[in-house]
């Protein structure tokens, strides 16, 4: 349906990799939702971009790998991954990293597309890919 790899229509304009999966709403200390947006934007700090070029709205290609056989629930997985670039998320976090704000807000007006996948591996990790909908 949507193919983010379409340069006439997208952009990527980030990736980058952890070496962790996990979902949202886990309260155990040092994995509460605030921990882990910090550690996203930990991770996409490294070479983020400091220029943005216009936008009309963004894309989110998400593939998890998950060790184990403990349920994993991967509609869950993109929830933190989205807040952690939120303007307002990252204001209301006090994060350190707010140079990766992306958006004001994390709705459908603002980011419009989440791509998501994952399998059963050897290691936990996820990669994600940030694009761009370039301007009509």
Request: aromatic residues 14%; contains cysteine.
């Amino acid at each position: 349906m949507w193919d983010l790899d379409d340069e006439n229509e997208y952009l990527k304009i980030h990736s980058f990799n952890l070496k962790e999966a996990f979902t949202y709403a886990d309260m155990r200390p040092g994995q509460t939702d605030k921990e882990k947006r910090e550690r996203i934007r930990f991770a996409a700090n490294h070479n983020f971009p400091i220029s943005i070029p216009k936008v009309e709205w963004w894309a989110f290609r998400i593939f998890v790998r998950k060790v184990g056989n403990r349920q994993f629930d991967i509609e869950n997985v993109p929830k933190l991954i989205v807040d952690a670039f939120c303007k307002n998320q990252i204001f209301q976090d006090g994060s350190a990293h707010t140079n990766v704000g992306l958006y004001d807000d994390d709705t459908i007006d603002f980011v419009r597309i989440l791509q998501v996948g994952g399998e059963r591996y050897l290691e936990d990790s996820t990669k994600v890919e940030i694009f761009r909908k370039k301007p009509k």
